[in-house]
């Protein structure tokens, strides 16, 4: 229904366009005036005029009819005498309700309930009805209105101009309100779960094996039980894991990445150049589960034969097949952007020091990669946030167990995989094991902003820039 | 009549499939500054890069024929072109000093070749580099800051403090000028009078006033042709060549 109507208003408006810009141009030639815009101005003012508010209008409706119609609903089933309780009680007969209005409910139907379908879908047909009209008003209105400021030769490209600005305002502040809402959610979670968990167990603990929080409502539990699960929830090996991990990866990633990188920008042929860089650009695009089971059944298996044959224990899940997979995931990440900032560098830069007799290495070395460095440095960035954010690979290849461990041999896990351990399959929603995900996702998070602002600010410092 | 430095030979250039230069045979003084004149595109800036073979760095570029320094063949692939550019050094169009400190861009020369291994050595060349260029009074409290900091007329200076850092004998000039303003430019100018006791100077120039002004010798270049070549006040005043003489009093170019 509302996408008919979206549909109907936006062909509505676009077919103004041509009124707008038709009708400006005769009224420029009847009154002989010189018009404040170009004709076409005056028609993408229509356009807009005509479509946005009644788009508004059919957001906002759409965002509170449902409401509406709910309190409406579970209103006169209360004086019908329907009893609920609370809340839930009462969603589960506007739910109830609505099947039936919907012929999908197969339980017994009381006259109450067959009251309310009955006055339900009335209300349905009410709202949907003044909604076509109250729409079909706003357009008109609107119309009228943007019509006779046409018609009295306004600025059309100004405002034109004022309300794209407007538009350009309202889908940057949606994702400012997006990401704000998203570490509120984070937040509030995570102070849910650190009101049974002390933040310092927390943050300090070496422990980390949330499933013996089985107990059921985190505002219920005793001083016994909080004491059982204070060490359960131990930050430490997860970072640790995380940052082991991401080392691993950069090792492998950095030095290839940005190699490869100087090569392509310097020294490859135009033709290799055509023909290497999107190959190396397809690594980006394997879906990660794809390096997960790459990683797990051929990497994992063949250190630990090579272990096994030099004498060392080495886990079929470890550390350094995850990481090293993940460090070839990222090569392409790293290569392809520092090959576009080495690129970028101004050849003038080149021809200087070679005229002073340098080598095309030395040229590299001391004049391109410095004048190139903050955007390497981006690169490399860009890639640690890739590591630290990466869940699949660790899945499959590094284990689940949080064991604390330097040895890249063993088996060990990622904040990320907790999360998703924590989160895959039935949960209570109100237990501290659960709540303990949105605490990872939060630190995570914070981790990650640390990490990013001192980036920043080593960039700053260091770069030399060149204009 | 001083000695020839450099001395050019049948010099062919070729971009890809397009000939840049057609047979140039130009002897260049020791100890003077040569002009070469002509419009855009003519390969004034192609023969100067043949010399400290900075055409190395275009794929498609191929030179044939002979290019001497003092009797020795420079247009040879078993030249090390590293100790070519050592003695020939070059000061492009465009200012275009590195993004390091104004310290770091006079030492680098040196550095590269071994020069001034310690501190106070380098302190020096730096000092005296940078005096010879006369921007020493205007920069030797402020050595750390970086060299893009400065004006243009500066960075130009600069670069060419950089071009003397590693003591050439022979220093190039791309259209020193073009990007800078007539104070700037006069400055310049003054100093290349006072560079031409020490190095042999090329310098490619749009301005016949500046050629005049500073040169002694003068080459007209024409569509990749070697037109006229002679003393700068013969070439200004009573070139033999009707072409030359339509450049120089504007008719063309």
Redesign the interface.
């Known amino acids: 229904m509302n996408f008919v109507l979206i549909f109907l208003i936006v062909i509505f408006s676009s077919s103004l366009f041509f009124y707008g810009k038709s009708k400006t141009k005769s009224i420029s030639i009847e009154r002989n005036i010189k018009l404040n815009a170009l004709p076409k101005f005056y028609g993408y003012y229509l356009v807009l005029w005509s479509s946005i508010p009644a788009l508004v209008f059919l957001l906002v409706w759409s965002l509170f009819e449902p409401v509406i119609i709910k309190s409406i609903i579970i209103e006169t089933a209360a004086n019908q005498g329907a009893i609920f309780n609370d809340k839930n009680e009462a969603n589960l007969i506007y739910e109830k309700i609505k099947a039936i209005h919907l012929g999908t409910y197969f339980g017994d139907i009381d006259t109450i309930l067959k009251e309310s379908a009955i006055s339900y879908s009335k209300f349905l047909n009410i709202f949907t009805n003044s909604k076509i009209v109250l729409i079909f008003v706003t357009i008109i209105a609107s119309v009228i209105f943007s019509l006779k400021k046409i018609k009295n030769n306004n600025k059309a490209r100004e405002d034109v101009e004022k309300i794209l600005k407007g538009l350009l305002f309202v889908s940057s502040l949606i994702a400012i309100l997006t990401t704000l809402g998203i570490i509120f959610s984070l937040l509030f979670e995570s102070i849910k779960f650190f009101s049974v968990i002390n933040i310092f167990d927390y943050l300090f603990g070496t422990n980390w094996s949330p499933q013996r929080a089985f107990i059921r409502d985190a505002s219920a539990i005793t001083a016994a039980e909080y004491d059982e699960l204070r060490d359960a929830f131990g930050f430490v090996p997860l970072i640790a894991g995380t940052s082991f991990i991401a080392f691993i990866a950069m090792f492998v990633a950095v030095p290839i990445g940005l190699f490869s990188g100087i090569y392509m920008a310097e020294y490859a042929s135009y033709k290799i150049r055509r023909i290497s860089k999107p190959i190396i650009e397809i690594l980006a695009g394997i879906p990660t589960v794809v390096y997960g089971f790459f990683a797990a059944l051929t990497v994992g298996p063949f250190f630990r034969q090579i272990g096994e044959s030099i004498g060392l224990t080495v886990s079929s899940e470890s550390a350094l097949a995850a990481g090293l997979i993940m460090g070839i995931m990222i090569i392409p990440y790293i290569s392809s952007l520092s090959d576009d900032v080495i690129n970028s560098v101004p050849q003038s830069l080149r021809d200087g020091s070679y005229a002073v007799g340098a080598t095309k290495s030395e040229t590299i070395k001391q004049v391109v990669i410095p004048a190139a460095l903050p955007g390497i440095i981006g690169s490399v960035l860009l890639a640690v946030s890739r590591a630290i954010g990466e869940t699949m690979i660790v899945v499959m290849a590094a284990g689940l167990a949080a064991n604390l461990t330097i040895n890249p041999l063993e088996s060990t896990t990622t904040i990320t995989t907790q999360i998703v351990m924590i989160l895959v399959g039935d949960q209570e929603f109100d237990s501290p094991k659960t709540q303990s995900a949105f605490a990872l996702g939060l630190t995570l998070f914070v981790a990650t902003l640390i990490l990013n602002y001192i980036a920043q600010r080593a960039v700053k410092k260091y770069r030399e820039k060149y204009d | 009549m001083s000695e020839v430095k450099i001395k050019s030979n049948n010099l062919n250039v070729f971009y890809g499939d397009k000939q840049a230069l057609f047979d140039v045979n130009l002897d260049l003084n020791e100890k003077e500054v040569t002009a070469l004149i002509g419009p855009s595109g003519c390969g004034k800036s192609t023969f100067i890069r043949c010399i ?1 073979r ?1 055409n190395d ?1 275009i ?1 498609i570029c191929k030179v044939t024929g002979n290019i001497e320094i003092d009797g020795v063949e420079i247009n040879d692939e078993n030249l090390d ?6 003695r020939v ?2 000061v ?1 169009q ?1 200012p ?5 400190s104004i310290y770091d861009n006079i030492s ?2 040196p550095k ?2 071994g020069k001034g291994e310690t501190k106070s050595e380098l302190d020096e060349i730096v000092e005296r580099s940078l005096k010879k260029a006369a921007l020493w009074e205007e920069v030797k409290d402020r050595l750390d800051e ?1 060299g ?1 900091g400065l004006s243009g007329g500066q960075q130009q200076r600069l ?1 060419i403090a ?2 003397i ?2 003591n050439p004998e022979v220093i190039l000039m791309d259209e020193p000028c073009s990007a800078l303003d007539p104070i700037a430019t006069a400055k310049i100018e003054e100093l290349i009078d006072e560079l031409k006791k020490t190095y042999t100077i090329v310098i490619v120039t749009h301005s016949m006033a500046q050629a005049v002004r500073v040169s002694q010798k003068t080459g007209f270049f024409h569509l990749g042709k070697l037109i006229e070549v002679g003393k700068t006040e013969k070439i200004f005043k009573n070139p033999d060549n009707k072409m030359t003489q339509d450049y120089i009093t504007g008719r063309f170019g």
């Open positions: 400290n900075m760095v794929d072109v590293v100790s070519l550019r050592e050094g070059m492009f465009k275009n000093p590195f993004p390091k680098y020369g590269i070749h970086p893009t670069c950089r071009a850092s590693v």
